[in-house]
């Protein structure tokens, strides 16, 4: 699988841009700021309806403009799609697939997989794990498409779950304005059988990317190391209800979830949130036996977030839940490389040189490791031209 090319209508910078890549390696070269990392974000955005800057679409659409158009044709063997969103904040996206008439965007996740490293990273090994969560899900729609569908679900059962929350407390503070939480149990309900389809999936999606993950980050730091990757969830800390468990058993999980929503009732309308689900949950991450964030060194933090992301590549190139074929996802690499040093910036580089398509950002050439050859374009004032 390979992007033969890319066009984006007021994306970001881009008022208007025509790329043509090539399969192999295509490294976009210029100063910061010309708009490269934009080109990635809008294939990255395709694959997943997610950036991996922002989180959420307005940022995407060009100052003074409505809407932003990202359109791509991807290649996979003898075959070519065009793939096209349209992004309107505040409006449903619109989608369509080979020009044909207008879909629902999620129509579009799964029929192009991606990769992206960038230096933002380093935030899933150091950051909160609403950053994690999203690294899961955004995995979670590539590999398993229909889950585009239940994540979004999941959303809006919670926003309107917290607006009853929020409404019941205020009633308890004798607020004007209150409700009661006589249709609390219909959102706890909805919020438990969505919840538990998320739990599941991101369980199974953890247990499958673990050995890949210990595998990968030997690879990047050149040695053996104890590195751990479980999952979380906030019905593994809540006492009353069935046992927690990893058991992949949808109906067991939900019920776990409805027990812990009925325990932790009172301190939800107090402070007018939900306090338990997949929105609550992490991923922990650990080296030697202690929790990475606040014991991994430098140097430590980014192999592990590189073996995430190289972990992810390998899942989702030899996963038969991705599309049946073992079809290489496309790989995204934005101004990784000047972070690194010298040692993982090579074996880095050696690992993914052989990879069908691998598309690389940098602001001088130097930054650009030599087993990385092939097309070469230069950007530079929104103008991106190829120079070999």
């Known amino acids: 699988m390979h992007v033969a090319q ?9 008022e208007q841009v025509d790329v043509t890549f090539e ?50 044709q991807v290649a996979k063997g003898e075959r070519v799609a065009t793939l096209e969103v349209e992004i309107t904040p505040g409006k449903a996206n619109r989608a369509r697939i080979n020009r044909g008439s207008p879909v629902r965007a999620r129509e579009v996740v799964g029929l192009l997989r991606q990769v992206l490293f960038a230096p933002e990273d380093l935030a899933l090994v150091k950051g909160d794990p609403d950053g994690r969560r999203r690294f899961c899900d955004q995995l979670l729609v590539q590999r ?29 503070r004798g607020q004007a304005g209150g409700g009661d939480l006589r249709t609390l149990d219909v959102w706890d309900a909805k919020a438990a059988q969505v919840g538990a389809q998320i739990v599941v999936a991101r369980r199974d999606l953890v247990a499958a990317l673990r050995p890949h993950v210990v595998s990968a980050y030997e690879q990047v730091s050149a040695g053996r190391a104890d590195v751990q990757v479980t999952y979380r969830s906030s019905i593994d800390v809540t ?21 812990a929503m009925a325990a932790l009732r009172s301190k939800e309308v107090e402070r007018g949130v939900s306090l338990v689900g997949p929105h609550r949950d992490d991923v922990v991450l650990g080296l030697a036996g202690l929790p990475a964030k606040g014991y991994a060194s430098h140097g430590e933090s980014w192999s592990l977030a590189l073996a995430l992301r190289l972990a992810s590549w390998r899942l989702l190139a030899e996963d038969p839940l991705t599309t049946g074929d073992d079809t290489e996802p496309v790989l995204l690499l934005d101004d990784v490389f000047a972070e690194l040093d010298a040692r993982r910036r090579d074996r880095l580089a050696g690992l993914v040189a052989d990879a069908g398509q691998v598309i690389v950002t940098a602001a001088v050439p130097q930054d650009v490791p030599e087993a990385l050859t092939g097309a070469r374009f230069d950007v530079m004032d929104g103008e991106v031209n190829r120079v070999w």
């Open 6 to 14: 890319v066009y984006l209508v007021d994306f970001r910078s881009y």
């Open 23 to 72: 399969p192999g390696v295509n490294a976009l070269v210029g100063p910061n700021g010309q708009g490269k990392t934009n080109l990635v974000e809008a294939v990255g955005y395709l694959a997943t309806l997610g950036s991996h800057r922002v989180g959420s679409d307005a940022p995407l659409v060009r100052d003074g403009a409505r809407r932003a158009v990202v359109r791509a």
């Open 144 to 172: 398993t498409p229909r889950l585009a569908g239940v994540l979004s679900d999941l959303e809006r059962v919670l926003r309107q779950r917290s607006a009853l929350l929020k409404s019941a407390g205020a009633a308890r």
């Open 239 to 259: 006492a009353d209800g069935p046992a927690p468990s990893d058991d992949d058993d949808v109906g067991l999980v939900e019920a776990q979830l409805l027990a």
